[in-house]
């Protein structure tokens, strides 16, 4: 079964900084590329970032280009999002998202639970 | 970046009747990548369709899309209890992947 659960959200002043993992299970890791699709609360779905399967694409959404890095381990089945110089406006839930093959093909196959991020003074 | 429209924002129905969910693109949808997913309060989006008429495993055959270019359509043909959510349609045609705004389909 396919697991994806999210880990590190919580509450943070803006301008400072956040890292969200994303612990896998269920499938074979490396052999997918992974996205993080965001969700501010009561809102639509918006994608953050994508990484194929040996981190060689990386890609960004305009929104959060230059002060988020995504990454992967695939040792350790892991994915990350490191998230600086928060703004009040990246308030959502984070999702861990799982693409259909190991390119970054935009086809969101499988969803996490989600972890919720808020930027508040 | 591809502008995704859906009609309507809401869908008021009751159990048994048909759900129809247009989705408009602003340019052609590469490939007809399009997908629609399902979401439920408090729990994340489910994928239901790919390729805009591709049915995810596991999903009842009363889901249905349709569709090329720049419109496509969800259809449920006879509205479970459980079907009573937000829908969203996606193209990940040309990054960067958008979505719609969503249609929640309500009793």
């Known amino acids: 079964e396919v697991q994806l659960v999210e880990s590190g959200g919580g509450l943070v002043q803006p301008g400072r900084s956040l890292r969200l993992s994303c612990a896998t299970s269920?499938?074979?890791?490396?052999?997918?590329?992974m996205h993080w699709v965001r969700q501010p609360p009561g809102k639509g779905l918006e994608w953050v970032s994508g990484i194929t399967w040996n981190s060689g694409t990386i890609a960004y959404a305009d929104s959060v280009k230059g002060r988020f890095t995504v990454s992967r381990d695939n040792a350790k089945n892991s994915l990350h999002l490191q998230m600086n110089n928060l703004r009040p406006e990246d308030t959502a839930f984070y999702y861990c998202v799982k693409d259909r093959g190991p390119l970054h093909l935009g086809e969101f196959r499988f969803w996490g639970q989600g972890a919720l991020v808020t930027v508040s003074a | 970046e591809i502008v995704l429209t859906q009609s309507p924002d809401t869908l008021s129905l009751s159990p048994g009747e048909r759900a129809t969910v247009s989705c408009r693109a602003s340019q052609s949808v590469r490939g007809n990548y399009l997908a629609w997913h399902q979401q439920k309060p408090g729990q994340a989006p489910r994928l239901l369709i790919s390729?805009?008429?591709n049915r995810a495993p596991d999903i009842p055959d009363r889901f249905s899309g349709s569709g090329s270019e720049t419109d496509f359509t969800l259809a449920i043909s006879r509205l479970e209890p459980e079907d009573f959510a937000v829908y969203y349609c996606q193209q990940y045609g040309t990054s960067p992947w958008t979505f719609g705004q969503g249609t929640k389909v309500e009793i």
């Open positions: 269920g499938f074979t890791f490396d052999d997918y590329a």
């Open positions: 390729g805009a008429s």
